[in-house]
């Protein structure tokens, strides 16, 4: 149907109050400790996307670009893993966790897991399984707490524990060593269950262990693992990796039924091209792990704050009184973790400077310094 003159006038005036709402400069005239999430895309994955704008190519993954990237997983994880791209964490937790379970079933998390507490249900809407959660004070499982979870095995009166589900780094910015993750996957197998890694940060763990990221594939006993590409500099890349072939030969049904198969998928698998290429993954996570560190020490230096939890990745959690709380985030956002024992999160990214960590510290000392 042609659109009519007034269609036409509604369009442009819609257009020119957005143009008028958008700000002529970013939200926040500097870099924040909100999120990695909140970091822009690093100029190489941009670069790379443009780089493949060019004519037609196949849809649906059937391309040299897709193809590519596949590739270079492969050099990572081996020739034995299957990757299919995503758009983001939870659909690619959803789907990962679908081709390990079925309804009946459960998975085996820590309480403070993204797939327990930030993904608003999704995993228990979508796989119809239950979490059971375990608490942990550091935010890592371990045998013999997951082992508390697994009960009525054989009862049809119970779920039945059947995934482990870990998260690398934690939500604690805590990182799991190779040998507690194996140990955790042996454990896992001898229970004739599953394992599944969260790795919405798994490159800023790597970076911490000083290893590839493919040492939490198989190497490390894990089953499925949730790729994440975003928090490390993408604009929206993620990738469910599986290294069983049972999980292989549905899961391509599994994504697209979960809403999760991109069109266009060279713009998506351009980005790990370039994530991929020159180590640009473990040059964004080693820089935002070594400013994570810096802010870490810069926090501890001021007197009446103190770490919650060792600084392992990216993330810093600090205790701080709660008016100081309030003034420093109208200058810099981030997160109160909770609320009860006034523990606040501050993320690091690719492109977090010295200078951002050094001049909030320095207003954090000066906020403190005023409250004695």
């Not at 990237?69 to 964490?89: I, K, P, Q, T």
């Not at 693992?225 to 975003?230: A, I, L």
């Not at 091209?273 to 080693?286: G, N, Q």
Request: hydrophobic fraction near 40%; charge should be negative; proline fraction near 4%.
């Amino acid at each position: 149907m042609p659109t009519s003159r007034t269609d036409s006038a509604t369009s442009r005036s819609y257009a020119t109050e957005l143009r008028n709402f958008m700000p002529p400069e970013p939200l926040h005239p500097h870099r924040t400790f909100a999120s990695d999430n909140w970091a822009g895309v690093h100029p190489e994955v941009l670069e790379a996307i443009a780089r493949v704008n060019v004519g037609h190519a196949p849809a649906y993954g059937a391309d040299a670009v897709t193809e590519e990237a596949l590739d270079l997983f492969r050099s990572h994880f081996g020739d034995d893993a299957e990757v299919y791209f995503c758009f983001n964490g939870t659909g690619t937790n959803v789907v990962g966790l679908q081709s390990l379970l079925r309804p009946f079933e459960a998975v085996v998390c820590a309480d403070s897991a993204h797939i327990n507490v930030d993904e608003c249900g999704a995993p228990e809407r979508f796989l119809g399984s239950k979490l059971l959660t375990v608490p942990t004070p550091d935010g890592k499982l371990t045998p013999e707490l997951a082992a508390a979870r697994v009960q009525g095995v054989g009862d049809e009166h119970h779920v039945q524990a059947r995934v482990v589900s870990v998260t690398q780094s934690t939500e604690f910015g805590t990182v799991y060593t190779l040998d507690e993750l194996t140990a955790l996957s042996e454990w896992a197998h001898s229970q004739g269950m599953l394992v599944h890694l969260d790795g919405a940060r798994i490159a800023n763990a790597a970076a911490s262990l000083g290893v590839d990221f493919g040492a939490f594939g198989q190497a490390s006993g894990v089953d499925v693992v949730s790729f994440g590409g975003t928090k490390n500099g993408a604009l929206g890349a993620e990738a469910v990796v599986t290294f069983r072939s049972e999980s292989s030969t549905s899961l391509r049904f599994l994504r697209k039924q979960s809403m999760q198969l991109s069109s266009k998928m060279r713009f998506v698998a351009a980005q790990f091209v370039a994530l991929l290429t020159d180590d640009l993954w473990l040059r964004s996570a080693t820089h935002a792990n070594t400013m994570a560190t810096r802010l870490g020490s810069g926090l501890s230096s001021v007197d009446g704050v103190s770490l919650a939890h060792p600084v392992e990745a990216n993330g810093v959690f600090a205790v701080m009184p709660t008016p100081v709380v309030e003034g420093l985030q109208a200058e810099w956002p981030f997160y109160v973790w909770d609320e009860d024992t006034g523990v606040v999160r501050l993320m690091c990214s690719f492109d977090t400077a010295e200078s951002d960590v050094d001049a909030f510290v320095a207003r954090l000392g000066e906020l403190m310094a005023g409250r004695r």
